[in-house]
């Protein structure tokens, strides 16, 4: 009797351990999973970072063979007027329409001097600088509303989320052949998330218009801020 009362707690102990372990060993498994790679290792932190630019930058590369990395630093990145898509998007968007608006107002200036220099006479030529004219006010016209549009979207962006970190900003200098064969510079700046797996964002360096610091510009002037860069 003592022995078949020991052999039932035994077997009730092995059946309760095992319950145990399939309860909280896959999820100590999953949490190991889930947490990624050690990122407060700096030299983790940089070589991860260094795999990522190569393989975002090698994505574009005309020859992805040619690219060789020069330089790479990686910090922490936090929510902020740079990193929120939609101001960001209303930017780029504002300067491609700024740059529509100033292009319709040089032309309408242009036929505008025309037709006033020769003293708005009849004549095919005049009515082609007109017609160009009208044509050049409409275009302002229609432009000037979506412009104000982009900026009420910068100026009024949520700042509910400023702060909050979301992952790594990795700065990457690296030389490749273009197009035409010529090995020049790139510059780029990423912001990836917070295992350095996914890309949020990518700004060109280089001195292009549609650049970080073009984009910062256009944003911080909608805001009323003061760069310090």
């Not at 990122?39 to 063979?65: G, H, W």
């Not at 302002?140 to 412009?147: H, R, S, T, V, Y």
Request: overall charge negative.
């Amino acid at each position: 009797m003592k022995k078949s009362l020991l052999y039932i707690v035994l077997a009730v102990s092995i059946i309760v351990n095992i319950i145990l372990l399939c309860v909280f060993l896959p999820q100590n498994c999953s949490s190991k999973k889930d947490k990624g790679p050690d990122f407060s290792n700096m030299e983790i932190r940089q070589e991860t970072a260094k795999t990522m630019a190569k393989k975002l930058v090698c994505e574009s590369l005309y020859y992805p063979d040619s690219y060789d990395p020069v330089n790479t630093t990686v910090d922490s990145v936090f929510y902020n007027y740079l990193t929120d898509a939609d101001c960001l998007n209303a930017a780029v968007e504002l300067i491609d329409l700024r740059n529509a608006y100033e292009a319709a107002k040089s032309s309408y200036e242009d036929n505008d001097w025309t037709i006033r220099f020769h003293g708005n006479p009849g004549g095919a030529f005049l009515e082609h600088e007109r017609n160009a004219r009208a044509e050049a006010a409409a275009e302002m016209k229609e432009l000037q509303p979506k412009i104000e549009r982009q900026q009420e979207i910068i100026r009024n962006r949520s700042t509910a989320r400023d702060g909050e970190f979301i992952g790594w900003q990795v700065i990457h200098r690296y030389r490749a052949s273009n197009s035409a064969g010529v090995v020049s510079f790139g510059n780029v700046l990423f912001v990836l998330d917070s295992t350095m797996s996914q890309c949020y964002l990518r700004f060109s360096l280089d001195e292009d218009e549609k650049n970080l610091k073009s984009i910062r510009t256009v944003i911080e002037n909608e805001l009323g801020i003061s760069s310090s860069y």
